[in-house]
Each structure stands twice: as C-alpha cells, then as structure tokens.
C-alpha cells in the first residue's frame, strides 16, 4: 500500500495494481490535481472478482460525467448496495474514479480522503467539470 496526497488529503492506494512506480502515480496524481493532466496514463490490473468488474466499469466513465450506482448496477446485472459496496472497496481510488459513482438523489459515499471523504469527492468532481 502507498499513500498520495491530493490537496489537503492523503488517499490509500494499493500500488501493486499499477504497473507504475510509486513515484510514477504520485507525479501523475500531482499533475491531475493541478489541472496539468485529465487522464491517468497508468495500467491498472483489475482483480478477478465483482470489485474488479466494477472498477473496470468505473475506468469506463468519462471525465467529467457521473454515473448512479443504478447505472452500474443496470449494466453489471446486480443491486446498486453490491456497487456502492465495490466502490468502497477500490483499491486505487482517483487513479479508477469511483467519485465519479453517485447515488441517484446526492453524492453518495466515497472510500478515500480520511475524514473528510465527501470533501475530496466533491473536489474531484468540481475539478473534472471545468
């Protein structure tokens, strides 16, 4: 496991799922969190349970859009709690972008960012819409 900062924030990242070195994913994290990089140029290895299928649904969202836990729920064929469960359980938050994951009626949850998680997901999110 590897720590990054992101603003004010520290988020937990299990580094052996990125095929990058921790230096790597720390000045791309440095870069998108300035504004200098909109995508992540990172492999991501997805682990072969629901999580991992859920995770590769989330790298699917494009920048700057949202999808509900129904949305993901609808396309996996399973319950919107089993996707928020796998939301907070990414592994690489930030790098796979569960805080593009909302709930159909407000923000939901979010896994990362200590104690003040919906914080950090309402930065990520106000940073992809520019």
């Not at 300035?34 to 990172?42: I, V």
């Amino acid at each position: 496991m590897m720590f990054v900062s992101l603003w004010e924030w520290q988020s937990e990242l299990d580094g052996s799922l990125v095929a990058a070195s921790p230096d790597e994913i720390r000045r791309q994290v440095c870069e998108y969190a300035d504004g200098d990089r909109r995508e992540f140029d990172l492999d991501v290895s997805y682990p072969d349970t629901f999580t991992g299928r859920v995770m590769a649904a989330m790298a699917e969202i494009p920048r700057g859009e949202t999808r509900t836990y129904g949305d993901l729920a609808d396309a996996l064929d399973t319950a919107p709690v089993a996707v928020g469960q796998a939301c907070g359980r990414n592994p690489v938050p930030i790098v796979v972008p569960c805080h593009r994951v909302v709930s159909a009626d407000g923000l939901g949850g979010y896994s990362s960012g200590g104690n003040d998680r919906l914080g950090l997901k309402k930065r990520l999110l106000d940073l992809e819409s520019r």
